[in-house]
T-cell receptor, first 113, second 113 residues
């Protein structure tokens, strides 16, 4: 069946270091992926997206890498700041033409001062 | 910056009562969604809505649930007879195009007692 999962439920990093959050997906037909950040008690906030015809996409301090061969997605956050502390979810659009997005379990990022 | 707004932010209801959660999607968006998140768990797809009809729904979205777009701006989720297990954060989301980024509201926290 369709599933999106994360390897690490909690990631602790020192302030200023780079963070890498990983996500595995099972549906090879998925053509669109989004990373969301969720702070406590708030809704998911869009960070960055990537289509399946790309391997890498960069935003401000964030980079998403897509490896379709192993069905793996990662979010890299450069110079992690205390404000980056949150739960990060990846979401996939399983098949072009469907209207739903499937979310992974989530990884909690803790930034240590 | 345009945003999805949801009301109420928190509702406590008796088991068996009807609940209506309201959402105002981003004004030029065409695709509307409801997701829910049980405390500590991942975000789960409930239903998508486009062109005044349900596009897709999950197995969670049974006959107790319904959605409506009563006017040009509101999008509602109704739970006809709430159960204890309906307690969750309910997120509305909207998107301009299918298979593109969707933006979430801050959520409505429903507690069924």
């Amino acid at each position: 069946g369709e599933s999106v999962g994360l390897h690490l439920p909690t990631l602790s990093v020192q302030e200023g270091d780079n963070s890498i959050i990983n996500c595995a997906y099972s549906n090879s037909a998925s053509d669109y992926f989004i990373w969301y950040k969720q702070e406590s008690g708030k809704g998911p906030q869009f960070i960055i997206d990537i289509r399946s015809n790309m391997d890498k996409r960069q935003g401000q301090r964030v980079t998403v890498l897509l490896n379709k061969t192993v069905k793996h997605l990662s979010l890299q956050i450069a110079a992690t700041q205390p404000g980056d502390s949150a739960v990060y979810f990846c979401a996939e659009n399983p098949t072009s033409g469907t209207y739903k997005y499937i979310f992974g379990t989530g990884t909690r990022l803790k930034v240590l001062a | 910056e345009p945003e999805v707004t949801q009301t109420p932010s928190h509702q406590v209801t008796q088991m068996g009562q009807e609940v209506i959660l309201r959402c105002v999607p981003i004004s030029n968006h065409l695709y509307f969604y409801w997701y829910r998140q049980i405390l500590g768990q991942k975000v789960e797809f409930l239903v998508s809505f486009y062109n005044n009809e349900i596009s897709e729904k999950s197995e969670i979205f049974d006959d107790q649930f319904s959605v409506e777009r009563p006017d040009g701006s509101n999008f509602t989720l109704k739970i006809r007879s709430t159960k204890l297990e309906d307690s969750a954060m309910y997120f509305c989301a909207s998107g301009l195009l299918s298979g593109n980024t969707i933006y979430f509201g801050e959520g409505s926290w429903l507690t069924v007692v």
